[in-house]
Each structure stands twice: as C-alpha cells, then as structure tokens.
C-alpha cells in the first residue's frame, strides 16, 4: 500500500475511531487496515493511536498529524481536480453540518437540487444545534448563524436573521398588541428553551434591555413553540427564519420590531479557500446563489421583521 493509500486508512480509521468501520470506509478488510496504520506508523517511529480493547484514541502526535493528513489529501484532490476538469463535474461524498431547522427548511431542499445536478455526488446531512470543529470533525462545509471569530476558515456570507417576537394574528385580536417589551408581562409567553432564556427576553441593538418573562409554556423545540404560536395560544420568541414563511402567508405576525436586537450574519463556512476541491466549491456556488435569492434571509430592512 502506498504512502496516500495508508493516509486515507489513516483518517478514516480515526474519525471512525475504530479499525473495523474504518476499514468497511476505505473499502478494505480488518486485517489490511491495521497493517496499513501499523506501517505508517513504522515510517514515522511513532504511535498515532492508543489502543483498548474498548475503543480507539489518538494520540497527541495524532491528532496533529490528523489536521496536517487531512490539509495534504484535501490539496491532492484539489490538483487531481483541476488536472481532470472536474470542477464541472464533481464526485465523492460532501459532509455538511448545520442548525437543526435551517437545515430542514433550507439545506436539504438545496442539497437534493444539489444531487441531482451532480449524480457522482453523495452527501452526508448532518444537523446539530452546537458549532461544529469542522476540521476535527470531519466536515467540508459548515453553515453557521451569527458572528464568526478569528479562524482559518473561508466564510461566505448568504443572509442574515435576527429574533423576532410573534403571534397569530387571532391572538392579538383576542388580547390585543404589546407595543413595548414591557407590555409582555400582561401576554401569554410561550419560550423555546433552545432558541433563547426562558427567563429573560433582550430587547433593542445593544441588547441592554431585559424583560422577566414567566412563560405559561415552556417547550424545547421550535416546531413545537411555531404551533403553539399559529394556533393563537400566545407570543413566541424565535429566529426569523424560523417565522418567515408563516409571517409571508399571513399566519403569524411579527411584534415590537423597533426593539429587535441587532441582525445576525449567516455564512457558508470551509477550509482551504481557493484550493478547496470541486466538491466544496461547487456546492458553495449552488447553495450561495439560492440562499442569497431567498427574500426571508435578506429583506431584514423591509417592514416586518420577519423578511415577509
């Protein structure tokens, strides 16, 4: 086996943190993954795992040398690419992670026009609700919602969000509309514990104002807080995306927009920048023109919060 065929064993082996899924990854037998880790670390004269008959770990050298195997694998499918004119035509199996709802409402649409522009093309959707270390993790693409800090990565902004509070139009014909942040504490409350406290609401661009809230339901979905909210049984706080499609046709409206915190930027995050293979790129390029075309992610100055 040559030296990039003990590579790519090598990074399977790790992130699937074990020889047997490792190897049925790279296509190989048991057997032939281990001498293939066995040898390289012969090469190098040092140990890449620790091993119990339990699981599988990396050592420290490991772990870096991981990073360095993935940068090397990554720039030699990049140059095989651009040597057969793939960048029109990609193959290979993309990962990519994102936020539980946007992904729902919005990748996976994306991804499946993907795929059937790109047939070579397989996908691995996964759909978490925490930020990603997409190099440890294994990712090549990363959608992440607010304000990214200093990295390596190469973003692509796409649209931005902000949270918006609403309610069902029936609501507040019933109860009438709150015109201050204060005036909640007279409302029915419905908090979405995975979207912000279910103790206090931040109002206005500096976030400096707080309001209590005793929400009368407490639920730990956004599904569950965007029924609750079109049914009319109260005032829910979430992202507007997660609204918008509702505001637009009129089953929810978007309350005390003068308070609303200050917008968050969404980008498509990856490594490599330039040299990222044809599979990245191309799927940026798609996922970023259908993205930037969608009202609800860019009409945040319009008359609603929400993007309708």
Known sequence: MDRVQSMQVFVAVAEEEGFAAGARR???????????????????????????????????????YLDDVRHILTSLQAADDAARGAASAPVGLLRLTCPNEFGRIYILPILLDYLNEYPEMRADLV???????????????????????SSTLSAVKVGAVRRVVCTAPAYLDKYGTPTTPADLSAHRIVAISAVSSATEW??????????????????????????????????CRMLSYQAGRD????????????????????????????????KVRSFIDFARDRLRADPVLQALSSSNGCGG
């Open 247 to 278: 505001v637009a046709a009129g089953r929810l409206a978007c309350l005390l927009e003068d308070y609303e915190p200050e917008s968050m930027p969404i980008h498509l995050v990856h490594t490599e920048g330039r040299r990222a293979p044809a």
């Open 127 to 149: 759909l978490l609700d925490r930020v990603v270390n997409i190099v440890e993790e294994g990712f090549d693409v990363a959608l992440r919602i607010g304000h990214l800090p």
């Open 202 to 235: 931040r109002f206005g661009t500096d976030q400096q104002q707080v309001v209590r809230i005793t929400p009368q339901l407490c639920v730990s979905t956004v599904a569950a807080g965007l029924d609750a909210a079109r049914a009319g049984w109260g005032i």
């Open 26 to 64: 790279a296509g190989l037998s048991a057997p032939s993954a281990t001498r293939a880790i066995n040898g390289l670390e012969a090469q190098l004269g040092t140990r890449l795992f620790t091993r119990t008959t339990r699981r599988l770990h990396l050592t420290d050298v490991g772990r870096r």
